[in-house]
Antibody
Framework: EVQLLESGGGLVQPGGSLSLSCAAS????????MTWVRRAPGKGLEWVST????????YYADSVKGRFTISRDNSAKTLYLQVDSLRAEDTAIYYC???????????WGRGTLVTVSS | IVLTQSPATLSLSPGQGATLSCRAS??????LAWYQQKPGQAPRLLIY???KRATGIPARFSGSGSGTDFTLTISSLEPEDCAVYYC?????????FGGGTKVEIK
């Protein structure tokens, strides 16, 4: 089955860290750019970060630049997001999504919830 | 680029047509997509490049527009169309999404 499955979310205190993962199955992971998108409670979708197929080129939203790090392991078919120096406003469901040749997302995971609270 | 969606909520009966709007703060040609998200589910790509239906999307969903004004039309609402609909632009980085329109079925 073609799917993306996120994991690693949880409750963390402000200033804390988490490692999010997104496991891909059913398709050739290495030919897709991969992206993290989040949805905070009561708000819309927000693009967070993207990594190109080669794992070299990365892009970040200004709101997370310097605090989040995106990476991928094409052999393990897994996308990662290291989230550090977390703030209350980072509380959201984090989704991974794929795109190819365009920056539209044709496959998404169900998300993993990150809650930042003391 | 800021995307503004309207209305925030749409409440309609099955069989009625729905018109959702997305307005961009600057011209984005046709580089706009629409997604559907049901509660507890992953978003699903409906429309890309303003008017192209994604694979497997029913014909009752259609998109139109270019420049700054875009529309998603659902020709005849089905109960399963109850969801939040988001637009997204890919004309410029950072990629941005609209705030969403919630479609309720009476």
């Amino acid at each position: 089955e073609v799917q993306l499955l996120e994991s690693g979310g949880g409750l963390v205190q402000p200033g804390g860290s988490l490692s999010l993962s997104c496991a891909a199955s059913g398709f050739t992971f290495g030919i897709y750019a991969m992206t993290w998108v989040r949805r905070a409670p009561g708000k819309g979708l927000e693009w967070v970060s993207t990594i190109r197929e080669n794992g070299v080129n990365t892009y970040y939203a200004d709101s997370v630049k310097g605090r989040f790090t995106i990476s991928r392991d094409n052999s393990a078919k897994t996308l990662y997001l290291q989230v550090d120096s977390l703030r209350a406003e980072d509380t959201a469901i984090y989704y991974c999504a794929r795109s190819r040749d365009t920056w539209y997302f044709d496959l998404w995971g169900r998300g993993t919830l990150v809650t930042v609270s003391s | 680029i800021v995307l503004t969606q309207s209305p925030a909520t749409l409440s309609l009966s099955p069989g009625q047509g729905a018109t959702l709007s997305c307005r961009a703060s600057q011209r984005i040609s046709i580089y706009l997509a629409w997604y559907q998200q049901k509660p507890g589910q992953a978003p699903r790509l409906l429309i890309y490049d303003a008017s192209k239906r994604a694979t497997g999307i029913p014909a009752r969903f259609s998109g139109s527009g270019s420049g700054t004004d875009f529309t998603l039309t659902i020709s005849s609402l089905e109960p399963e169309d109850c969801a939040v609909y988001y637009c997204q632009q890919r004309s410029e980085w950072p990629l941005t999404f609209g705030g969403g329109t919630k479609v309720e079925i009476k």
